[in-house]
């Protein structure tokens, strides 16, 4: 064999820097799957420890009683109560879609918004490169953070807003 052909069979056998950094690809059908199994333990975690802690926190109450006056139709009221209206309405929505009371629709949107962001740090691991077991890894311990499990029973508006964070984030940056 000449020198050249050696060479040619040495770069052959070597991976490319390309190959090195590739980010593994999860098919869809694996990472729904995995989005879908941290829901379900997320609604697990949230109904076993959430809802064994009676009080809620004091700006809960405000949105839970502006919902209350949103439902009934005294806008009035509802705006003294609390002037942002946003987390109001759509607890007052939620409990009339459904026909429960505005608190258990309140704690259900948090679960939604909590959800919503525990899908989202799934998503920003596989786009970090990370495999199954890195996302499902991730999601627990975001779900089982302390911070996290001592807020579970409260009722924010800033719950959404961590979690559409990342979209606030980008419009932002655009407008500079």
Same mark, same amino acid.
């Given at each position: 064999? !000449?020198?050249?052909?050696? %060479?040619?069979?040495?770069?052959?056998?070597?991976? !490319?820097?390309?190959?090195?950094? #590739?980010?593994?690809?999860?098919?869809?059908?694996?990472?729904?799957?995995?989005?879908? /199994?941290?829901? =379900?333990?997320? =609604?697990?975690? $949230? &109904?076993?420890? /959430? +809802?064994?802690?009676? +009080?809620?926190?004091?700006?809960? =109450? @405000?949105?839970?009683?502006?919902? %209350?006056?949103?439902?009934?139709?005294?806008?009035?009221?509802?705006?003294?109560?609390?002037? $942002?209206?946003?987390?109001?309405?759509?607890?007052?929505?939620?409990?009339?879609?459904?026909?429960?009371?505005? %608190?258990?629709? #309140?704690?259900?949107?948090? +679960? /939604?918004? $909590? =959800?919503? #962001?525990?899908?989202?740090?799934?998503?920003?691991?596989? %786009?970090?490169?990370?495999?199954?077991?890195?996302?499902? &890894?991730?999601? +627990? @311990?975001?779900?089982?953070?302390?911070?996290?499990?001592?807020?579970?029973?409260?009722?924010?508006?800033?719950? /959404?807003?961590?979690?559409?964070?990342?979209?606030?984030?980008?419009?932002?940056?655009?407008?500079?």
């Amino acid at each position: 064999m !000449s020198l050249r052909n050696s %060479e040619a069979v040495e770069t052959r056998m070597q991976p !490319s820097v390309q190959d090195e950094f #590739a980010i593994p690809t999860i098919p869809r059908g694996q990472m729904l799957r995995l989005m879908l /199994g941290a829901a =379900v333990v997320a =609604v697990i975690v $949230w &109904c076993v420890l /959430g +809802l064994q802690r009676d +009080l809620i926190n004091k700006d809960g =109450v @405000l949105f839970v009683e502006a919902a %209350e006056a949103f439902k009934r139709g005294d806008l009035d009221r509802a705006f003294a109560i609390f002037p $942002w209206p946003f987390i109001s309405v759509a607890i007052a929505g939620i409990s009339s879609m459904f026909g429960i009371s505005a %608190e258990v629709a #309140a704690h259900l949107l948090n +679960l /939604g918004y $909590w =959800v919503v #962001a525990v899908a989202a740090m799934q998503l920003i691991l596989r %786009e970090l490169g990370g495999g199954p077991r890195v996302i499902a &890894c991730g999601a +627990l @311990l975001m779900m089982m953070h302390p911070q996290t499990l001592q807020t579970l029973s409260s009722i924010f508006r800033g719950t /959404g807003y961590a979690a559409f964070l990342r979209e606030r984030g980008d419009s932002a940056r655009t407008r500079q």
